[in-house]
């Protein structure tokens, strides 16, 4: 139990923790997410697509270090730890739990997909219900088994990816340096070719009318999530089953305040140095493609995981004390409200950038997406404390939930 509290306080804490971090968790989702509400998918990895903005380098290399994997990371280990919780309430109901859960996995696909076809290409609720069903098939490991898969296969994967990258990586410097073969060179204007196709096909979809844009997405690639989830579940699963021996192994209410300090400490530190190496070799040389795609996807997915549980660790170190406050009742409560959140941010961001809403899409200066950010965020904390003094769910927790668990 936590130390500073006694035991029901202990319980009630560890519920309201984990909102804590959940809406830390998607606030900071949106400061990645923005960047795709405004342009081409193919931006969020770098500032110099679909165009080179210098001025807003520096957004986006805060972005990177701070936000970048880090908060997709976190909100995924709180995914795969809300699925202990909610075996625990469907048991407490009298409903098998397993049977519960695919119902709500499957409700959550179908949500993934209808944001995807009707708003958003960066839908991650369709990601999260498939892992969600393959996590599932271990929910009843001990949390040192779940450790043990989970960590090894997410590092050797990762592993693996990058250094299958690294020649290609390696390549685009020589291109960029001029002492490359024909070949390559060649090969490297193919990608650059590909690169522009893909911010050509996004751009029509960001600036068409909402149905010709659901017409465009579902005639050029219906199975869009069903490819994310294949591309990021060796990546999506791992995380879901850590978040699960978090939750079991007493991290969110039985850790001492000393542990979660040293991890809070050293996983910041120790992922936060190569990560502004990182951010700082990439600027250095002009933000290259292939280098962008390598660190994001796989190169820096160790330093992500590290930095992410050392912010873990820091929100539940602080949560005692900032419960209290004001801003930290309304970031649990938005966190209780994720759901909502999500999908709310989604209408607000497309109603903003897209050509059916005001659009302001690529067209605008990048540079002014952090201005945004804090538009949504404002936006995510200022409601869900009204709602749930009245309502005591969110709206879209209150139908999820019923629909998985039924009348009861």
């Known amino acids: 139990m936590d130390e500073d509290l006694p035991p029901t306080r202990a319980a009630t804490a560890r519920i309201d923790a984990i909102d804590f971090l959940r809406g830390v968790?998607?606030?900071?989702?949106?400061?990645?997410?923005?960047?795709?509400?405004?342009?081409?998918?193919?931006?969020?990895?770098?500032?110099?697509?679909?165009?080179a903005?210098?001025?807003?380098?520096?957004w986006f290399a805060?972005?990177?270090?701070?936000f970048e994997g880090k908060m997709r990371a976190l909100f995924s280990m709180l995914f795969g730890a809300s699925m202990v919780l909610f075996a625990q309430a469907a048991e407490r109901k009298g409903v098998d739990p397993d049977v519960a859960q695919i119902r709500r996995l499957l409700w959550l696909a179908l949500f993934g997909y209808l944001h995807f076809a009707l708003l958003w290409w960066g839908d991650i609720l369709?990601?999260?219900?498939?892992?969600?069903?393959?996590?599932?098939?271990?929910?009843?490991?001990?949390?040192?088994?779940?450790?043990?898969?989970?960590?090894p296969f997410y590092v050797l994967v990762h592993v693996i990816e990058a250094l299958t990258a690294l020649p290609g990586a390696l390549t685009e410097q020589a291109v960029l340096a001029g002492t490359a073969s024909?070949?390559?060179?060649?090969?490297?204007?193919?990608?650059?070719?590909?690169?522009?196709?893909?911010?050509?096909?996004?751009?029509?979809?960001?600036n068409a009318g909402f149905l010709q844009a659901i017409w465009l997405k579902l005639t050029d690639n219906p199975l869009q999530p069903l490819s994310t989830t294949l591309s990021t579940f060796t990546e999506t699963v791992p995380l879901m089953l850590l978040g699960m021996a978090m939750v079991r192994g007493g991290?969110?209410?039985?850790?001492?305040?000393?542990?979660?300090?040293?991890?809070?400490?050293?996983?910041?530190?120790?992922?936060?140095?190569?990560?502004?190496?990182?951010?700082?070799?990439?600027?250095?040389?002009?933000?290259?493609?292939?280098?962008?795609?390598?660190?994001?996807?796989?190169?820096?997915?160790?330093?992500?995981?590290?930095?992410?549980?050392?912010?873990?660790?820091?929100?539940?170190?602080?949560?005692?004390?900032?419960?209290?406050w004001q801003i930290g009742k309304a970031l649990a409560a938005a966190g209780r409200c994720a759901f909502s959140n999500y999908l709310g941010t989604t209408v607000l961001m497309t109603a903003i950038f897209s050509g059916y809403g005001l659009g302001l899409g690529p067209e605008m200066p990048r540079a002014w997406l952090p201005a945004f950010v804090l538009l949504g965020w404002v936006a995510m904390?200022?409601?869900?404390?009204?709602?749930?003094?009245?309502?005591?769910q969110g709206p879209l927790e209150r139908a999820w939930r019923r629909l998985a668990l039924g009348a009861r």
């Open 25 to 51: 968790a998607v606030l900071g989702i949106l400061a990645i997410n923005v960047t795709g509400f405004w342009g081409p998918s193919l931006a969020t990895f770098s500032p110099a697509i679909p165009r």
């Open 53 to 58: 903005e210098p001025a807003s380098y520096g």
């Open 62 to 66: 805060f972005a990177f270090v701070v």
């Open 126 to 151: 369709f990601l999260y219900a498939v892992c969600g069903l393959a996590a599932l098939l271990l929910r009843r490991l001990e949390p040192r088994q779940l450790v043990l898969i989970a960590l």
């Open 182 to 206: 024909q070949p390559d060179v060649a090969g490297h204007a193919a990608m650059v070719g590909r690169i522009a196709a893909s911010v050509a096909k996004d751009t029509a979809v960001l």
């Open 251 to 324: 991290f969110f209410t039985g850790w001492p305040r000393r542990r979660l300090a040293m991890l809070a400490g050293s996983g910041i530190v120790i992922g936060g140095v190569p990560t502004v190496i990182a951010v700082r070799w990439l600027e250095g040389h002009g933000w290259p493609p292939q280098a962008m795609f390598l660190a994001i996807e796989d190169g820096m997915a160790l330093p992500h995981l590290l930095m992410a549980l050392g912010y873990a660790a820091l929100l539940v170190l602080i949560f005692p004390t900032v419960r209290q």
């Open 381 to 392: 904390l200022a409601w869900p404390q009204w709602w749930l003094r009245r309502f005591g």
